[in-house]
């Protein structure tokens, strides 16, 4: 019976671990903190947002984002509802995001310590790595209080973001440590930081809006929903689904821009139109009273700055040019992007483990034979709604399988 070894109790370790027992492996698995899961607690506010209808391709992101593609065809979707609903689970589904019907997180890991429990997985809490290494085909991982041998090795030990939940990207250390080549690390699915001055006054305001995300002329990214402006810049589902591109640009010392679409309902060549009924209709208002209905007032101060327009003058005295700053600042309410928050307030990271050197199929080292990869350790991170627990989930098992495997 192989012995495999998982450093790492979160989502990606803990299906490791029991995939690798179901296959027939002694496991043991190590885990820092005092308890497993800890990260998956927080997922989705609370409730764990454990995966997504929509699998496209382009939900995934990474320096080889190909590596995903046969990796997902392995242990997908179906194969992640069988998965947790043969384990307990009653599927929520919140158009095409799915959750725990409980709605509760904790109850995804309580089945997941279950499994390990039934399966006979040791779970080694407390206990930090301190080195590992490989002798004659033996793996050796040394901590404070003990070295555990075994004859395959998963590294899921999480990446940077997140600190609070012990993520602390030790395992970059380890996995470089075996030879493995690491593209930096960097905070995503995080806020974005501007220097303007005007966030003081927008702070607190939620808006509908299409963001898109510029270096130059190049468009990064572009995502719509509910934007959150903060006193340091951005916020928001479609700030974050953005962020990576940015903060990658903002790495490569690359100016970013992010310019907003306050008015996302129309199509851009109907908002003349659009604002040229309004000021019919309201020619007898001021241009503040213009805005009120559309706009909160701070944002429509804000707005009527931007377009060097008093805000006493009457709609109805507008000039062409006027009418033509207020559409332009209306739909392209631009915010230079200075940095983005840390990985304390990330909810994942880019970059890892260089997937050029692991095995797509397997997760296994390229360059180390019986050690694998799994989770955020590799380069590849998902956006908002389920993907990277997706990932989790597939890499995981596809980890634990194959780890347990004899080789002829």
Known sequence: MKHVLVVGGGAAGLMAAISAARAGAKVTLLEQNKQVGKKILVTGNGRCNLTNRDQALSHYRGSSPDFIKSALFAFGLSETLDFFQELGIVIRDRKGYLYPYSDQASAVVDVLRMETEQQKVKLALNTRVERIFEEKGRFFVETPGWTYEGDALILAAGSCAAPQTGSDGSGFCLAKSMGHSIIKPLPALVQLRSEDLIFSKLKGLRMEAHVALFSGKELLAEDTGEVQFTEYGLSGIPIFQ???????????????????????????????????????????????????????????????????????????????????????????????????????????????????????????????????????????????????LQWAWTSGYLAGVHSAQTKK
């Open 242 to 388: 953005v962020s990576r591109y940015g903060v990658k640009a903002l790495e490569e010392r690359r100016e970013v821009w992010a310019v907003l679409n306050l008015l996302p309902f129309l199509k851009k060549e109907d908002a003349p139109d659009f604002l040229e009924k309004r000021i019919q209709t309201g020619a007898h208002k001021s241009a503040l009273q213009l805005l009120t209905g559309l706009f909160p007032k701070s944002m429509a101060d804000c707005l009527l700055k931007r377009a060097e327009i008093k805000s006493n003058k009457r709609a109805g005295e507008l000039t062409r040019e006027e009418c033509e700053r207020l559409r332009s600042a209306c739909i392209s309410f631009e915010v230079r992007i200075s940095a983005s928050n840390g990985f304390d307030r990330a909810q994942v990271c880019c970059g890892g483990v260089d997937t050029r050197e692991v095995e797509s199929k397997t997760m296994e080292s390229k360059r180390v034979p019986g050690l694998y990869f799994a989770g955020e350790l590799l380069d590849i991170d998902g956006a908002c709604g389920g993907y990277n």
